[in-house]
Each structure stands twice: as structure tokens, then as C-alpha cells.
């Protein structure tokens, strides 16, 4: 693999047991892998998807951190819900996060995930050039 890959794990067990990373940066894009708002095997705004949403794109912008980036360099925002009636409550987290950056952007609604208590998984897209 080439010295211009790198790779940052999070910690979260589906990492490991699924075997993949958090992030990768390949030349000038890291991309963020599906995040939600666990942290460890701690489920954060159980039941609130604003607050599943604000803790899901902070920890994404936590692991694109890690590459000395930061929501100025967010190219490309994907929002997974598992309700279409949580669409107003997750874009306010997004705006919050995104309103000066813009990204394009695409929200779906999905059957669910695999912690039925998961409302909201956010994956990120950014520039490094």
C-alpha cells in the first residue's frame, strides 16, 4: 500500500470486528466511514436525533481532525435516518455544523442499523489540497 494512504481508527468495536477504518486520506480526499453518535459502546442522545446528529458529525469531524482538517474542508455530507419525520431536527444539526461551508449534500431514509437505538449515521467527504 502506498506511504500516501493513511488510515485512523476510532475505537468503535464495529471497526475492529467488520475491519475497517474510521477514515482514510488518499492524496488530496479523506473520506469518513459511516459514523454515529457512540462514543466507545456509549450511545449519546438516545431517543434525539438533533443530538444524535450533533454528536455523529462531531465525532466525523474528529477523525478528519486527525488529518489537520476541520469543517472548512468538507466537501461532501451524507445523512442516514431512520425516520423521515427527524429530516427538520438533523438538518438544524447540519446547518449548525455546515452553514458557512456548504457541502453538497444527501439525506436518506434507511430501514436501520445495526443498533435498532442508532437514529442518524453521518459520513463525511473532505479536501485536503
Keep these: ?4 494512504v ?11 470486528s ?3 477504518a474510521r477514515a482514510v486520506a488518499a492524496g488530496d480526499r479523506v473520506l469518513v466511514a459511516g459514523t454515529t453518535s457512540f462514543k466507545g ?7 434525539d ?4 446528529a450533533k454528536v455523529a458529525f462531531a465525532n466525523a469531524l474528529d477523525a478528519i481532525g486527525e488529518f ?3 469543517a472548512e474542508s468538507v466537501l461532501r455530507t451524507r445523512m442516514y ?8 431536527e438533523v438538518g438544524r444539526a447540519h446547518k449548525e455544523f455546515f452553514d458557512s461551508v456548504r457541502p453538497v449534500s444527501t439525506l436518506l431514509i434507511v430501514d436501520g442499523f ?6 442518524v449515521e453521518v459520513e463525511l467527504e473532505a479536501f485536503r489540497g
Design 6 to 16: 493513511r488510515r485512523v481508527q476510532s475505537g468503535s468495536p464495529w471497526e475492529e
Design 49 to 52: 436525533p438533533y443530538e444524535q
Design 18 to 20: 467488520f475491519g475497517f
Design 68 to 70: 489537520g482538517l476541520d
Design 81 to 88: 435516518l431512520t425516520h423521515a419525520r427527524d429530516v427538520d
Design 114 to 119: 445495526v443498533d435498532s437505538r442508532i437514529l
Design 41 to 47: 459502546d456509549v450511545l449519546y442522545g438516545e431517543g
Design 1 to 4: 500500500m502506498s506511504d500516501a
